[in-house]
């Protein structure tokens, strides 16, 4: 069978890495066995955090469902990675949160298999709505890094036409998808056939990055075998940043996405292939989302590798299988050099958004540039993947002007770093990008809560004024029924008043 | 003498174009730009009286405590006025919080709830009252009317 090929044009922004990247040879991938303790974290997606179904003392198997979502809200399930004893159930440092609720699972080395989850004999014989409700129980996020809750994105009535399955790892050094696609690329095809189904749509594309060869060998033979005539395969230029997910359904389909929309506002669902691999590994043997691959590389790292890892194994534990640091002087970053997120230590866990562990030897590093002013180049706004003024947005901020930074386009910003690494300058405006939106997020909380406190300061007072009109009528009325006594009494009234009045007055002196 | 009446005609059309434009009064654009916290701080009893008193310049720009020094460069920025720092006599910002009933302690004596300029708080005579985190302001008015001391004032994290 024809794969129908599609060929995508280089785009004109980003930035093209000239030192090859590790996904052109590809580093291997090994399986680790749980290790002795587990930090599994609760919130894991994005939305609420699961509400814990277990606490210390509890023993669990593997797969069993130890948090759930609350009920109403946006968010996903969370599984024991491994059979074992609940040691605690406290908040704990993950990448991503400060503080966020773990369950500490004690390994009893057995791995012991919870047995309340059947494989689905042939998914796609079920109705749609019966396997979205199958992805939501797996507790299946979005792999890419986002962790979106996939049973929420995968809509059967969102009117999809066109499912995306993003192969495209365009960070430089993150190498586990590009594993993933070597290895188990007839798993993402049976996933992303069951997307399809839950979606009721028709098209699928599957992108690869035109110079992973070894990856797109093995999708060009899954892809034969399967003889669906549904999917595409599309090779995009190896240009950072193309696999983020504006960008991506941008360049596949030629539409853009309207500002502050998603891709499902113009048809289309995109989803990172380890999500795919998830649905039919779970669909097939029954495991969760229990386990995910993470690659372990850098200058820090002795044998860089892929690991197919239990979600909660603490990163020390994680290195430790990559043959451990090359110096004693390590910085941990959790993703890759653009948009990686520096770590405090290495006895943080894995949770699913863990894609890439870049440990770079401090003997390796340059201390960070001394910045200097702009210089008006416009190399930011070249860049640019999302067609933004890095340039005039700085001036806005660093003067305090939000409406002109909205204006700009700052909620825009995907903080991918190309205009970070072009500027001559050195200046770190991402950074910058990144604190702005807080604040302007802060700002719009604030603004939202002082409208209501106007409206209720508003209707307090009406209120208050309407009680005292009332009252006023009341007293009016009452005083129109009182009967007026004849004159003469009136003036021995007036006498009297007169006299206790006087005497008030000689009290108070 | 005929190119001095149209210059004039259009310098009135687009006098009264920008008038409609502008119809918000000065007072509103002032007072959307105060945090609504109504705590008179500022000397005022509320925010939009505090507004009209800028308007009016019997009050400085200076004298909202919890809308902080870039409250006092926005002010100035609009009006047209130097900038500068909160006048410390009127107070000091203090970071975002809510007003907290320690429900054991309350004894529903509903002095609170008179003092409370946005009806934040829940409760009748003798039944224990509560603090509406969403609705509240922070604005301590309710602390010092009750009688057995039991409101607190927490701050309130904003979401990352």
């Not at chain 2, 004039?8 to 920008?18: A, D, N, P, Q």
């Not at chain 2, 405590?65 to 909160?86: F, N, Y």
């Amino acid at each position: 069978m024809d794969i129908q090929e599609l060929y995508i044009d280089k785009p004109n922004w980003g930035i093209t890495f000239t030192r090859p990247t590790a996904s052109a040879g590809g580093l291997k991938l090994r399986t680790m066995p749980p290790p002795d303790d587990l930090i599994v974290s609760l919130h894991q997606n994005i939305g609420v955090a699961a509400e814990p179904l277990v606490k210390p003392g509890d023993w669990v198997l593997k797969g069993e469902p130890i948090g759930a979502v609350p009920h109403g809200s946006l968010g996903a399930r969370v599984h024991a990675p491994t059979s074992g004893q609940v040691i605690t159930l406290a908040p704990h440092s993950v990448p991503g949160h400060d503080a966020a609720l773990c369950v500490h699972i004690h390994s009893d080395h057995e791995d012991r298999s919870w047995p309340g989850y059947a494989p689905l004999i042939d998914p796609l014989a079920k109705s749609a709505l019966e396997l979205q409700a199958a992805v939501a129980e797996a507790g299946i996020v979005g792999l890419g890094g986002a962790q979106f809750p996939t049973g929420d994105k995968l809509d059967p009535q969102a009117g999809i036409r066109i499912l995306i399955l993003n192969g495209v790892e365009c960070e430089p050094r993150i190498n586990c998808d590009d594993a993933l696609i070597r290895y188990r690329a007839e798993e993402i095809l049976a996933g992303a056939q069951s997307m399809l189904h839950i979606l009721a749509a028709d098209d699928c594309i599957i992108a690869l990055k035109s110079d992973t060869l070894k990856a797109i060998e093995q999708i060009r033979a899954a892809l034969e075998k399967l003889g669906d005539k549904r999917f595409r395969l599309a090779l995009v230029p190896p240009v950072y940043p193309a696999g983020g997910e504006a960008q991506l359904v941008q360049l596949l389909t030629g539409q853009e996405i309207p500002a502050g929309g998603l891709p499902r506002d113009i048809g289309a669902v995109c989803q990172n292939v380890g999500t795919a691999a998830a649905i039919a590994r779970f669909f097939t043997t029954g495991e969760p989302l229990i386990s995910r691959i993470v690659t372990v590389t850098g200058s820090g790292i002795t044998a860089p590798v892929n690991i197919e890892a239990r979600i909660g194994t603490p990163l020390n534990k994680l290195i430790q299988f990559a043959d451990g640091y090359t110096s004693d002087n390590t910085q941990l970053v959790m993703g890759g050099p653009m948009m990686g997120v520096a770590l405090a230590n290495d006895s943080l866990p894995v949770t699913k958004a863990s894609n890439c562990i870049y440990v770079q030897a401090a003997e390796q590093t340059q201390p960070p540039p001394v910045e200097m002013p702009c210089i008006r180049c416009t190399d930011c706004a070249t860049v640019c993947p999302v067609a933004l003024t890095p340039q005039l947005m700085l001036q806005a901020q660093r003067t305090d002007d939000f409406d002109r930074l909205q204006h700009l386009g700052l909620s825009d910003c995907i903080e991918c770093g190309c205009c970070d690494y072009v500027c001559p300058s050195y200046i770190p405006l991402t950074s910058e990008f990144t604190r702005a939106k807080k604040t302007l997020h802060n700002m719009a909380f604030e603004s939202e809560r002082a409208i209501k406190a106007e409206a209720r300061y508003n209707a307090r007072n009406e209120r208050l004024q309407e009680q005292a009109e009332l009252r006023k009528r009341e007293l009016d009325a009452q005083i129109e029924t009182i009967e007026m006594p004849p004159d003469d009494k009136k003036d021995a009234l007036r006498r009297l008043l007169n006299r206790a009045d006087n005497n008030d007055r000689g009290n108070s002196e | 003498m005929l190119v001095l009446a149209a210059i004039t005609g259009l310098g009135l059309l687009t006098l009264s174009r920008w008038l409609q434009q502008s119809a918000e009064s000065p007072v509103e654009i002032v007072n959307a730009m105060l945090p609504q916290t109504q705590c008179g701080q500022c000397g005022y009893p509320g925010c939009r009286p505090y507004a009209k008193a800028i308007i009016n310049d019997e009050a400085d720009i200076n004298q909202c405590a919890p809308g902080g020094d870039s409250l006092v460069t926005a002010l100035a920025r609009v009006l047209g006025r130097s900038t500068g720092s909160v006048d410390p006599a009127f107070g000091v910002q203090t970071p975002l919080s809510v007003a907290r009933i320690n429900e054991d302690a309350c004894i529903g004596c509903a002095i609170c709830i008179a003092a409370c300029p946005v009806d934040a708080i829940v409760g009748a005579a003798r039944y224990t009252h509560t603090v509406i985190r969403d609705e509240c302001t922070g604005c301590d008015l309710c602390v010092a009317p009750c009688p057995v001391d039991c409101i607190s004032i927490e701050p309130l994290r904003l979401a990352s």
